[in-house]
């Protein structure tokens, strides 16, 4: 897949792979912008695919229909997504404390498609005086 999309902005010696008893750890930094990076966890039957603040989880699952991708081809789609900056993730604030965060798959005809949302359990949540302010990233590594 990076042979394929050939981004340009992965840093090569800051990003890295592990392998142990749990599974595969693997981290893809951007080599132009400090402290992005996207990280995946893989397990026998799960994965973890985020970046920033967002995150989605891939689940194996006996109850795949006919013509599906398998979870491992939609982690691999979708870190390739990332690479790509088809993902626009959304980070809700109150104050300085981030208390939600969405992340959209950008169409190719401009339409922004939900694709996961993760609420914060902060105290930032309590702070009913202070306005949300919504910041909204789309990060790409080409």
Known sequence: MLAVI???SLDGERSSVDFDDEGLQLMLVHSGQDGLAIFVAVGAAEAIVGIGSAHEHFVASEDVAEG???WTAQ???FIAEILRGQIEVETTYRGNSAIAVNHFRMEESGDRVSFGHTGFLTPGRLLFWKPKRVETERASFL
Do not use: G, H, K, L
């Open 6 to 8: 050939e981004p340009r």
């Open 75 to 77: 982690v691999v789609d």
């Open 68 to 70: 599906d991708r398998p």
